[in-house]
């Protein structure tokens, strides 16, 4: 086994609100949105202008994939880096609250 499979297995049994656990919040969103993008639901965002990309999935599905996938896009562009920042800030004031112990 390598290590980075191992180092796989333990960002995905992070603690609940842990550093790693919003890297591995941000690396979801990430994924889920190049998942999306890779499956070509971007087309589908042209609902906004009111024309559908793929009239025979429907309006409704039209709108639904449209506003899925702007959701992941916002999602990865605006969240995912508060995520990987505030994994920074925690694990900084981790290290520091950790010096200051052993300091006193």
């Known amino acids: 086994m390598n290590d980075t499979s191992g180092k796989l297995r333990r960002l995905i049994g992070a603690d609940f609100l842990s550093p790693k656990d919003f890297v591995r919040h941000a690396g979801l969103l990430v994924l889920l949105f190049v998942v999306a993008h890779v499956g070509g639901l971007r087309e589908f965002t042209t609902i906004i202008s009111g024309t559908m990309a793929e009239p025979r999935f429907g309006s ?4 639904l994939l449209g506003l899925g996938y702007a959701a992941l896009y916002f999602a990865t562009v605006v969240l995912a880096p508060i995520l990987l920042i505030a994994a920074g800030v925690l694990k900084l004031w ?8 052993h300091a006193s």
């Open 60 to 63: 409704d599905v039209c709108a």
């Open 94 to 101: 981790e290290i520091c609250g950790r010096n200051h112990q």
